[in-house]
């Protein structure tokens, strides 16, 4: 029997810390964006990044709850790539607040 939130944990830490280099990468290449528009994966990665926090609370509760404690490895990995993707989202917001900033600053 598979412990189905700790896949979800996973498969969702991965998209989590993915969001916004794949942004950034996307919006660096296309020629109609800029730069800044890869803030808009700030949020996505944040929420990702909750769910498999959530989702590994689940697999770990559901590893803890059989005998072969299957899973409890793979939640473990989920809840540290939803973490990282949490510090990126955090990372982003700080970079999207100094850019505002700065912006602000330099039109006054």
């Not at 909750?50 to 072969?68: D, I, K, M, P, S």
Request: glycine share 10%.
């Amino acid at each position: 029997m598979r412990n189905a939130p700790a896949l979800w944990s996973v498969l969702l830490g991965l998209l989590a810390v993915a969001a916004i280099p794949v942004a950034v990468a996307y919006a660096d290449r296309s020629p109609r964006l800029e730069l800044i528009w890869a803030g808009v994966a700030v949020p996505v990665a944040a929420l990702l990044g909750l769910a498999a926090l959530w989702a590994a609370r689940a697999g770990r509760r559901r590893a803890e709850l059989t005998l072969r404690r299957s899973g409890a490895r793979t939640a473990v990995v989920g809840r540290l790539l939803a973490l990282v993707g949490l510090v990126f989202a955090g990372t982003g917001a700080i970079s999207l607040a100094v850019y505002a900033i700065l912006s602000w600053r330099g039109r006054t």
